[in-house]
């Protein structure tokens, strides 16, 4: 399954918001250097979805806000 992630790193709280069936909203404490962000995302994707970290890749957008992510359930 593929999602739509806006991302927002640097945020006062870790945070996944649903916004409709394919579109999200990630914010994270993270800093977005050495993709601490990224990773931080998908950390809380896997909580959010209660899935292993290993089931969740960006397909793009790595440097950017708005992501594209493989979800393999």
Avoid at 40 to 65: C, H, R, W
Wanted: positive net charge.
């Amino acid at each position: 399954m593929k999602i739509f992630v806006k991302a927002k790193a640097n945020a006062r709280v870790d945070l996944v918001t649903k916004i409709d069936e394919t579109n999200f909203e990630v914010k994270t404490k993270e800093l977005p250097i050495n993709n601490r962000a990224n990773l931080a995302i998908i950390e809380l994707l896997a909580e959010y979805f209660d899935l292993p970290k290993t089931n969740i890749q960006i397909v793009s957008g790595l440097g950017s806000k708005h992501k594209v992510m493989e979800i393999n359930q």
